[in-house]
């Protein structure tokens, strides 16, 4: 077994350094989709399955972007971000089936 680390491992278990613009720019999204779930919450209260199915369809975009940048998935190797767009494509298949489902009853 070896121990040497090559330069590639070296790399991904080195420490990100991100800016204060990336920061501010993902705290900016963040809070201008908050506002979005809030304003389609108290206005759009007469489409109550398209109100219901935006303000997860934009959680889940929050969800993506808290993911990406708060838990350094932008840094780790592609299988990952992958992985967490077949769970949030397979989310969004189940609440399209379950919509659908509520509408035809």
Do not use: C, Q
């Amino acid at each position: 077994m070896s121990t040497k680390n090559t330069s590639k491992d070296h790399m991904e278990d080195a420490p990100h350094i991100t800016s204060y613009v990336e920061h501010f720019g993902t705290w900016v999204s963040l809070i201008l989709l908050t506002f979005m779930t809030v304003f389609i919450s108290v206005f759009g209260a007469d489409l109550n399955t398209l109100t219901v199915a935006t303000a997860m369809f934009i959680a889940s975009v929050k969800a993506l972007v808290v993911a990406y940048y708060f838990m350094h998935l932008k840094y780790d190797p592609k299988i990952y971000r992958v992985m967490i767009l077949v769970v949030m494509a397979l989310f969004m298949v189940f609440m399209t089936m379950t919509i659908i489902d509520y509408l035809t009853r």
